[in-house]
């Protein structure tokens, strides 16, 4: 069964033990992308409740044709694009999917010390699509073909050798207008931040509000075509500088009005004035238990 195809290649449902995965197989001039998920998922301490959980990789031989394997977790619900195009969300069914979607970028971007440590990491592609919904409503974090690591006690960060350059529609101004320091780590989780920034966008046009929700559309859907080039970002980002539109019905709800605060705060045009994934977590922690309505088991 066949869940779906990207420029990467094609996902499959499989069976391993009697339990469901998932089967991405890379087109092999995508080895690049493999090789460094590969990378990425076996480095030591990166399993965490809300990044996808890995089984394993391999290299197959099909027809004669090399195929890459990277064999993950299986979540019926699919990716959270899938999922908010088919759904509206209650308040709680919203803070659940922001919160833990962060959660995973936290321990992403978190380094941890000592012998048995991990680097932090960087995704550099964040988006709906990349972004899995699991059976209780939590999410987990998906497709590591572009991060970068970065360990403090050496310095050395280690960038993926890739040719694949981040979804156009969520770069951040500073990668279309070419001026990300590439030579600083914290760059990248600057940049993940500003794409985070226009997931909430997308969650929150979904989250009802007296019985309202928005349609699913992607960031930026009504000012550059359905496959917008890097100059039609470009313009709009950077030299418009524009952001997607927050609908007026936020305003008179005090969760999603104070969720769009966040949210610019997320997609600064200056990547120095952005929130850390941290502080976006506590922030979004705080703007939970202001409602006595809302019990989360976090």
Known sequence: LTLGKGRYGEVWRGIWHGESVAVKIFFSKDEASWTRETEIYSTVLLRHENILGFIGSDVTSHNSCTQLWLVTHYHERGSLYDYLNLTDLTTYQMLIILLSAISGIVHLHTEIFGTQGKPAIAHRDIKTKNILVKNNGTCVIADFGLAVTHTQATGVMDIAHNYRVGTKRYMAPEVLDETLNTSVFESYRRVDIYTFGLVI?????????????????????????????????????????????????????PILSAISKLMKECWHQNPSARLTALRVKKSLMKIAMSDPKIHLDL
């Not at 559309?217 to 359905?226: A, I, N, Q, W, Y």
């Not at 470009?234 to 709800?253: E, F, Y």
Request: proline fraction near 11%; aromatic fraction near 12%; charged fraction near 30%.
């Open 201 to 253: 966008w997308e969650v929150c046009r979904k989250c009802l509000s007296e019985g309202i929700a928005e349609e699913y559309r992607p960031p930026f859907f009504d000012m550059v075509p359905s496959d917008p080039s890097f100059e039609d970002m470009k313009k709009v980002v950077c030299i418009d500088q524009q952001r997607p539109v927050i609908p007026n019905r936020w305003s008179s709800d």
